[in-house]
């Protein structure tokens, strides 16, 4: 079977500083990968995605990096800002559009 | 537009009884999603429906199941329910074959 998993359950960082948090998966078919974000007693939120035969995206304050060498997947958030703070999960899709979610990375901003 | 909208948002039952949960999806999308979110688990996925057919199932027991209504409209049921199906239950919908789903806000089911 395939798996997603983070390298840190916990981040914390100082506002205005940078995040970048990590991820790993397993299926070297996938499609391409999306980064979630959920805050509190909300359902998650997309944020960026990045398709499997990209190494880089960039959107708004948002990077993502992806290396399928060694089958890994980054977000880096730019200026983070306590907004910020939330779980963010990485998924990986297959071509059959089944998606699999890693645990999820809690991200405190510090004031 | 409307969001996901799911249905109820928080539900308590006791073991053995059976549960239907509902989401109505994005208007215009066809593809609806369902996953189980426990602490430590993250998001593992349930089902996929699209134009009433399962498309894709995770790897969950038969208790679990689903279904799609011409409109988009999905439920999913658990029957004969166990304290481990505590849990968040998220509904995505999306058009088939994009990146970007969208979630509901969940279901909070406890079994006591």
């Known amino acids: 079977g395939e798996s997603v998993g983070l390298h840190l359950p916990t981040l914390s960082v100082q506002e205005g500083d940078n995040s970048i948090i990590n991820c790993a998966y397993s299926n070297s078919a996938s499609d391409y990968f999306i980064w979630y974000k959920q805050e509190s007693g909300k359902g998650p939120q997309f944020i960026i995605d990045?398709?499997?035969?990209?190494d880089k995206r960039q959107g708004q304050r948002v990077t993502v990096l992806l290396n399928k060498t060694v089958k890994h997947l980054s977000l880096q958030i730019a200026a983070t800002q306590p907004g910020d703070s939330a779980v963010y999960f990485c998924a990986d899709v297959t071509p059959g559009n089944q998606f699999y979610f890693g645990t999820g990375t809690s991200l405190t901003v510090i004031p | 537009k409307a969001g996901v909208t799911q249905t109820p948002r928080y539900l308590i039952k006791t073991r053995g009884q059976q549960v239907t949960l509902s989401c109505s999806p994005i208007?215009?999308?066809?593809?609806v999603s369902w996953y189980q979110q426990t602490p430590g688990q993250g998001l593992q996925f349930l089902f996929e429906y699209f134009s009433e057919t399962q498309r894709n199932k995770g790897n969950f027991p038969g208790r679990f199941s689903g279904r799609q209504f011409s409109n988009s409209r999905s439920e999913m049921n658990v029957s004969t329910l166990e304290l481990g199906d505590s849990a968040l239950y998220l509904c995505?919908?999306?058009?088939?074959?994009?990146?970007?789903?969208?979630f509901g806000q969940g279901t909070r089911l406890t079994v006591v």
């Open positions: 990045i398709r499997s035969n990209m």
């Open positions: 208007s215009g999308h066809r593809s």
């Open positions: 995505a919908s999306s058009l088939w074959g994009a990146a970007e789903a969208f």
